[in-house]
């Protein structure tokens, strides 16, 4: 649909966002199967909780979803749109009728890997409403499930003062409530595998006040604790707990942070009796690093720590039970009746044999794909991407026969200076650009690392490359004068491009043209650029990224607004969204356009709008069709159609679009 050109630009993001949801433009395409995204590679483990069943270990993964693992190998999967509502499952436990209650950022989920079927469990009237799954206990007789809710930010943190406390009975799910008060934030729990009963530890909020609490249920009858007598100084959490083989006591890790130094913070072990009077525990033991596991493994009790192993604890000095580096950090501990002490790490869960020797029980990793890399670029017609970690480094895939693999990768820490990554190119047959957010540029060669000279104050946002040399777009700090465009000539001398207006600040990406313009995204439209050093405005309204498919010439931008390039100025493209998606799309941030013509356009919210060629609207995907919830960027590879698909928390993802 077009606008009238003395229109053009004035419509505001909340005039556009009714137009989504209200004004059609032509028929939506015809009915076909709507594409879903896959998973492109396996992230890192970083296996957050286990539990076994029918003698297959489940490994609950930040970013990889749930993994079933028998005799060494992986038999079964609930990935992101196969059963799980998002791939970060940071809990799990197990009913005894073999059913996996699943905890992740978007909610809980009862699975059932007999027939692969899926349900949610939620509160009445909080489907749907972005809420985190973040302790999970399930009792060892009947149905019955205790469970956390935290409501999650925008940006995946979650909100720890709505957290609240349910029960699921096996038919409904009640309100949890010990009789503590309101503001209750549940920390730490275990089921008592011989009476199936509950027992949980949290801090409870009242202002700036916090007092750890403890309870613990069996069946009906439920005894509660407010702890406060002989409570170690500025504690400020409960980190694990543990119940002693005899049943009389019950072992508690407490943080402790006296200062505002993150470097004070401390875990330490209390002893709670039946009557809940709490007591130092014999060890007198305290950690500087976070605990992550706490059982009892017969008369021992097996301390984890991130960073510094396991270790048997008893009146004395830890024992360490293993000296092998590989199970140096980790990220979680159970203890089997029948497979012993098994231990989760970032790269795989380990069984730990009598003399401490480690036992893979799932493949160890080993170049795999960071959680968090984003897609940049692709070259030689799509049998090469480049991807960027702010963590872990630029990676570099390659296509194969049997899928993606990772070729190569800049390790930030190791072969590159430790800093916060952005945006990555191609510069050359061997050649790299990696963007150091906010601090620098570096040019990548095989076994060279050489930082790229800028003016002073200069703040890199983005880069990009042309024929004739590299743009970068940068801010400034508060009294530097650099924000703009930087060129680099290839052979030599440097141009610094103004941005017209102050309010024309880069908002990161960059759209270069074969003829060695640049198109700047900016807070106020796009701003165009050439090599001379002339500058003019493109567009009004925010733009956040920009695409062009080379072979049809189409240009689009998103940001404010969905907008198209007619061939003199960016005009809005205006389609309705029918039927309304279940939760709120936010604003668009990134877009595609594929050689079919057809654009795919990221929302905030973490689903995909697709549009056909004539921009009429085709479907709206989410995470039941396999989109990472916290979708992050798209890249379209011109060799095999595909669009990448880089997330925050789930992975890397491929959408196929027939």
């Not at 003062?161 to 799910?173: F, T």
């Not at 011989?194 to 700036?208: E, L, P, Q």
């Not at 730990?352 to 020797?357: H, N």
């Not at 670029?377 to 899928?403: C, F, Q, Y």
Request: proline fraction near 7%; charge should be neutral; glycine fraction near 12%.
């Amino acid at each position: 649909m077009r606008i009238p050109s003395n229109r053009t630009g004035r419509l505001t993001g909340r005039l556009v966002a009714a137009l989504l949801a209200t004004l059609a433009c032509g028929q939506a395409a015809a009915a076909a199967p709507l594409p879903a995204a896959r998973r492109v590679l396996d992230p890192p483990l970083a296996g957050a909780a286990m539990t076994v069943v029918d003698g297959r270990l489940w490994v609950a993964s930040r970013g990889g979803g749930l993994i079933g693992f028998e005799r060494g190998a992986r038999s079964m999967r609930f990935d992101l749109g196969q059963g799980l509502p998002s791939a970060v499952v940071q809990e799990l436990a197990s009913l005894p009728d073999g059913r996996l209650a699943a905890g992740t950022q978007a909610g809980l989920v009862l699975l059932d890997p007999r027939t692969g079927s899926s349900t949610a469990i939620a509160p009445p009237g909080t489907e749907g409403h972005g809420m985190a799954a973040d302790l999970v206990l399930a009792s060892s007789r009947g149905s019955a499930l205790l469970f956390q809710l935290s409501a999650r930010e925008p940006d995946g943190a979650e909100g720890q003062a709505s957290a609240s406390l349910w029960h699921w009975d096996g038919a409904r799910v009640q309100a949890w409530n010990p009789g503590l008060g309101g503001a209750l934030v549940a920390t730490a729990g275990t089921v008592e595998r011989s009476d199936g009963c509950f027992h949980v530890a949290g801090m409870r909020v009242n202002g700036a006040a916090q007092q750890p609490w403890y309870a613990r249920q069996c069946g009906a009858a439920l005894r509660t604790f407010p702890l406060a007598e002989g409570v170690p100084a500025a504690t400020v959490g409960i980190a694990a707990l543990a119940r002693a083989p005899d049943g009389r006591s019950t072992t508690l890790v407490m943080v402790t942070q006296p200062s505002a130094d993150p470097a004070s913070r401390r875990h330490v072990l209390m002893t709670l009796d039946e009557d809940g009077r709490l007591a130092p525990h014999c060890s007198q033991a305290s950690f500087r690093e976070p605990v992550t596991g706490l059982v009892h493994a017969g008369p021992e009790l097996i301390v984890a720590r991130a960073g510094a192993g396991v270790h048997a604890l008893g009146c004395g000095e830890p024992r360490a039970l293993s000296d092998d580096a590989r199970v140096g950090n980790v990220t979680a501990l159970i203890h089997d009746a029948r497979l012993g002490l098994l231990v989760a790490t970032d790269a795989a869960v380990w069984q730990l044999g009598a003399g401490g020797a480690p036992l893979a029980m799932t493949p160890a990793s080993g170049r795999e794909i960071p959680i968090d890399a984003l897609p940049m670029e692709a070259k030689a017609g799509g049998a090469l991407v480049l991807l960027s970690s702010p963590i872990d480094g630029p990676l570099e895939l390659a296509r194969t026969p049997g899928g993606w693999r990772v070729v190569r990768h800049w390790r930030a820490g190791i072969d590159l200076p430790s800093a916060v990554y952005g945006p990555a190119a191609y510069a050359g047959p061997d050649q790299v650009l990696a963007v150091q957010l906010s601090q620098g540029l570096l040019r990548l060669r095989q076994g060279q690392v050489q930082a790229v000279p800028l003016e002073a104050g200069a703040l890199p946002l983005d880069v990009a490359v042309t024929p004739g040399g590299i743009w970068v777009a940068a801010g400034s700090t508060p009294f530097g004068g650099a924000a703009g465009l930087h060129y680099l000539a290839n052979e030599g001398g440097a141009r610094f491009v103004a941005l017209p207006d102050r309010q024309a600040q880069p908002s990161g990406r960059l759209l270069a043209w074969p003829d060695g313009r640049i198109w700047a995204a900016t807070r106020i439209g796009i701003i165009e650029a050439d090599v001379k050093g002339a500058a003019r405005r493109v567009s009004a309204d925010r733009v956040e990224a920009m695409f062009r498919n080379s072979a049809r010439n189409i240009i689009g931008a998103v940001g404010a607004t969905v907008q198209r390039w007619d061939g003199e100025r960016m005009v809005p493209v205006l389609f309705a969204i029918e039927p309304a998606p279940a939760r709120a799309l936010g604003h668009p941030v990134d877009l595609v356009i594929d050689d079919a013509g057809r654009w795919v356009i990221l929302f905030s919210g973490g689903q995909l709008v697709l549009l056909d060629a004539q921009l009429r609207y085709v479907a709206t995907l989410d995470e039941r069709s396999g989109i990472p919830p916290s979708s992050r960027r798209l890249l379209y590879v011109p060799g095999s159609g595909e669009v990448l698909i880089g997330s925050a928390r789930e992975g890397l993802f491929s959408l196929g679009w027939p």
